[in-house]
């Protein structure tokens, strides 16, 4: 057995204890006689098993609890039964009752799992990674718990976010779980209700913010260097101040990534793609409208101007395609408080010189949808009920197949919901949503609903990566990743169902996906250059299968 482990120490080791499942000659090799019950299961029997204690579970807090503690106690298992039944366990190890799990961090932690980088321990950075659990590590997932889905600062207890999106590495793209580590800069929190509580585990402060924020990142930074180079760096759930400084700062220096704005822009760009094959008109014909000018809607809606460009579009004819809207009203030139990546977007004010102002002056979201001739409206806002039926019916008088993507989660933040959208264009617009919505049925015809879920991509990307042995993540590899998934869409092939595959087909579409993001790095020269074929034969044999492996002696 590796490193000589035995007995309970080998049953402890949840990467590699296969409990019920270890085969007598293990057994007797390895001193677990008498520390497991007689029989001796298959990992089909195993996951029937723990499938029967998951349902007896009460509630989906629970059963996020009970999926954590199996992770901890065997991987293999827990995801072979995420596999076995993805469609049902992936809300809950993941979106939306990851959540729930992050705000009630502090009440359910049982055991260590990933890295805990405090600003009290800021000078000690590099000593802390090396006590990290495993020496060798392909993905990183970092956050500071600041922006967690649509909750806001979590504190540590937004550990549960990396956790989860290290889950679904391993369950889709294939990355192996050992080689994974999930990390928390802990900067504090503002959030008084975590720091009221007795039993929060975090650092007992407000925010550390400025210079010594993005010093204490820097420090971080500088130590995966040193101990990480060749890591994965997945930035996750960062707060729109922070996060695409983050990422402009370190994407040139770095192999990193952005889920809020590359992993989400992507899925988006894939999703439109599937969309308007359907609608018959080229991305460059239509007019898009984005409600949320923050670091998701802006990452978004620049894959969005990228691809228009792919297409044959200036930079400048691109622009012209984009109305972006915040809570003070459209983005355009006469205005003072646009960051530089929102002045990208700004509409010259002669564009809009007649349309109607608010008493502040403002042009208003639902001025921007009567006037631009929307054919595309995605909402990245957090404002609850924004597309309302005014709104919806006005854009869909315009427009026969109208694509509408209410993105914000969770569901209670949803711009609008599935049924109303389908119900006040009579099934005409096609959607997507940020949460998940069951089927709508509209006239006899039932539509299957598709959830936008950075799943479909950020995995992928990951697998590609590790594959190919890319030094750097770039926009054509992403871009790249968003066209595959976009050949993928089911509507392409019935006018009722989703945009995006069933969660069923993801491990096989991350392989077409991680193929195209590994041929964009061979492209770019960011890896060794090698054949497609070569790329996509690195990628099948770097996707890690949930399968028991003999720990006998060699």
């Not at 502090?106 to 000078?123: K, Q």
């Not at 003072?336 to 977007?345: H, S």
Request: glycine share 8%; proline share 6%.
């Amino acid at each position: 057995m590796q490193d000589g482990i035995r007995g309970m120490e080998l049953l402890n080791r949840q990467v590699v204890n296969k409990g019920t499942a270890f085969t007598q000659e293990e057994r007797d090799h390895l001193g677990l006689n008498g520390l497991l019950p007689p029989h001796i299961e298959s990992l089909d029997e195993q996951s029937a098993r723990a499938f029967e204690a998951f349902r007896r579970k009460t509630d989906d807090l629970e059963r996020h609890i009970y999926l954590r503690a199996l992770q901890d106690t065997n991987e293999i298992l827990f995801y072979r039964l995420l596999l076995d039944h993805i469609e049902e366990m992936t809300p809950i190890v993941y979106t939306p009752v990851v959540g729930l799990a992050c705000q009630q961090f502090s009440h359910i932690y049982r055991r260590p799992r990933g890295m805990f980088l405090s600003y009290p321990l800021r000078d000690s950075i590099p000593n802390l990674l090396r006590n990290r659990p495993n020496r060798e590590v392909d993905v990183v997932v970092v956050t500071d718990g600041e922006r967690i889905l649509g909750i806001g600062d979590q504190g540590a207890g937004g550990m549960g976010i990396p956790i989860g999106k290290l889950s679904l590495y391993s369950l889709i793209g294939g990355i192996r779980p050992d080689r994974t580590l999930p990390i928390v800069l802990d900067v504090g929190t503002n959030n008084q209700e975590r720091l009221a509580d007795p039993e929060y585990l975090g650092w007992r402060n407000e925010r550390i913010t400025g210079d010594a924020y993005f010093d204490f990142v820097d420090q971080f930074f500088r130590a995966i260097e040193q101990e990480l180079p060749n890591t994965f760096l997945h930035w996750e759930d960062f707060a729109t101040p922070h996060a695409r400084p983050i990422l402009d700062r370190y994407r040139e220096r770095f192999l990193t990534f952005n889920d809020d704005i590359q992993g989400t822009a992507a899925v988006v760009l894939g999703a439109i793609l599937g969309a308007i094959k359907v609608t018959g008109r080229p991305l460059k014909d239509h007019q898009i409208v984005m409600l949320g000018a923050g670091s998701a809607g802006i990452g978004v809606s620049d894959f969005l101007r990228a691809a228009m460009r792919e297409d044959g579009l200036s930079e400048s004819e691109a622009r012209n395609h984009f109305w972006i809207v915040d809570k003070d009203g459209l983005l355009h030139s006469g205005r003072t408080d646009l960051t530089a990546e929102q002045k990208v977007y700004a509409q010259p004010v002669e564009r809009f010189a007649d349309w109607p102002r608010t008493s502040r002056g403002q042009i208003a979201f639902a001025d921007v949808i009567h006037r631009a001739d929307a054919t595309i409206l995605i909402g990245l806002s957090s404002a609850a009920g924004a597309f309302n039926e005014q709104i919806v019916r006005e854009m869909a008088r315009k427009v026969e197949r109208p694509i509408i993507f209410p993105l914000s989660n969770p569901t209670s933040k949803s711009e609008a919901t599935a049924n109303d959208l389908l119900q006040w264009t009579e099934g005409r617009a096609i959607v997507a949503t940020g949460s998940p919505f069951d089927p709508v049925n509209v006239g006899g015809r039932t539509y299957r609903i598709t959830q936008c879920n950075n799943i479909y991509i950020f995995p992928a990307v990951g697998l590609g990566v590790v594959a190919s042995g890319a030094r750097r993540i770039t926009d054509p590899m992403i871009l790249a990743a968003a066209r595959t998934l976009g050949d993928h869409s089911p509507i392409l092939r019935d006018p009722s169902a989703p945009l995006l595959p069933a969660l069923d087909d993801l491990r096989q579409i991350a392989v077409e996906i991680a193929t195209a993001v590994g041929v964009a790095a061979v492209k770019g020269g960011l890896c060794p250059a090698v054949t497609n074929d070569e790329i996509r034969r690195r990628v099948t044999y770097a996707q890690w299968k949930p399968i028991y492996p003999s720990v006998l002696p060699v």
